[in-house]
């Protein structure tokens, strides 16, 4: 059975402004990690309040451990945040200026002060933070913070927590460490967790799956390869990474384009759009190679890899390809596709 279970969970702050959360139906298994990816103004941090019963649902309701947390309609429910038995972490981690680590920790956790502080003392100890106990929040890095407003959400021992885009205010090295060390922790203590970010990348390799949002609604749910790989909408390609948009004829299982002939990943007919990941186009020396040539806009290096735009007829077409052999501006170049293209259905 799931964990929690999300029903039609709708939020409107303005009589004349749309939904800011609008129908969004999600189940979290327990232990499993859901990122709620999508732009800002999307309703993530509304969703997550919701949950966590910070707000009040207009429609819909929310499950939990077998219990009722929220109920909107004619027998309205509403669980109070602090009976909810949930774990929050805030974007801004909001630890208490005045108050040292240890006393952060045990803030919110219930019962004798001594055995509040052995329970402080395990938190820390799970995020790598014992040491730092007896300091003041203005004494640690943004990584360290980041940990003990995380241990102070593991300090009742939630079964679920809750995630509002916790490393953004970390600088990117960090940002990549913390997260793996806290989705290891995550799996170890069994404990499930919803993410919110709009970082794609942060959203692929956090999560076990991941749940499209815009506009208020979640678009498409799935394990991350299935969503960068399949996505359902133009609006999910490119949420999730860069990609070529293309408007094609197709015949059955294949399609004429300006790249040239392309495989796709499943029969159609008729006039569709088709979704190709720059990482699957390949460069070659023109001379080397028939096929469509195209000519080299701009190149974007990267150390790692290198993003080109390639001028082909009256389109530009982005290739990343790895930085052994480098195209410079206005070279031509030859392009071939290496993957079946991606059907998008029409809207
Ligand atoms: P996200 O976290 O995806 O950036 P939010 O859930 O914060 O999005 O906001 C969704 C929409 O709801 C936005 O248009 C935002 O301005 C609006 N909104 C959020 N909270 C409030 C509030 N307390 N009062 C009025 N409007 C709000
Ligand atoms: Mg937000």
């Known amino acids: ?7 039609n969970l709708t939020k409107r702050f303005h009589v004349d402004h749309p939904a800011a959360v609008d129908g969004v139906s999600f189940d979290v298994q327990p232990g499993e990690i859901l990122v709620l990816l999508g732009p800002s103004g999307c309703g993530k941090t509304t969703v997550l309040r919701m ?3 910070f707000e009040h649902a207009d429609r819909g309701s929310v499950r939990f451990d077998g219990q009722t947390l929220t109920q909107a309609g004619d027998t309205p429910k509403h669980v109070r945040p ?5 774990g929050f972490v805030f974007q801004d981690y909001a630890l208490f200026p005045h108050m040292s680590v240890i006393r952060n920790v045990m803030y919110g ?3 004798k002060r001594s055995d509040r502080r052995v329970r402080a003392l395990q938190a ?6 014992t040491d730092y106990a007896e300091r003041r929040p203005h004494e640690l890095s943004g990584g360290q913070q980041q940990r003990v407003a995380l241990a102070r959400s593991l300090g009742p021992s939630p079964r679920l927590i809750l995630l509002d885009e916790p490393f953004s205010n970390l600088d990117a090295s960090l940002r990549e460490n913390t997260r793996q060390e806290m989705r290891k922790l995550l799996h170890e203590q069994d404990m499930a967790a919803i993410l919110v970010t709009h970082d794609q990348e942060e959203a692929l390799s956090f999560a076990d799956r991941i749940a499209v949002m815009s506009a208020g609604r979640i678009e498409q749910v799935g394990a ?10 133009a609006f999910a390609a490119t949420l999730l990474g860069r990609v070529n948009l293309l408007q094609v004829n197709a015949n059955g299982c294949e399609a004429d384009s300006i790249l040239g002939r392309l495989r796709l990943d499943r ?20 001379s080397e190679a028939n096929g469509v040539h195209g000519t080299v806009v701009s190149q974007d290096y990267k150390g790692h890899d290198l993003t080109y735009r390639i001028q082909v007829d009256e389109q530009i077409v982005t290739v990343q390809s790895d930085c052994r052999t480098t195209y410079p501006e206005e070279a031509s170049v030859a392009l071939r596709v290496v993957a079946d293209a991606v059907v998008l259905p029409a809207k």
């Open 1 to 7: 059975m799931a964990l929690l279970s999300v029903q």
């Open 51 to 53: 949950i966590a019963g």
């Open 82 to 86: 602090e009976h909810r038995n949930i």
């Open 109 to 111: 956790l219930h019962g």
């Open 124 to 129: 820390l100890d799970l995020v790598g933070m």
């Open 224 to 233: 991350p390869r299935d969503v960068y790989e399949q996505p359902t909408s």
């Open 267 to 286: 029969e159609v007919h008729g006039p569709i759009t088709v979704a190709i990941r720059p990482e699957h186009i390949l460069l070659s020396d023109p």
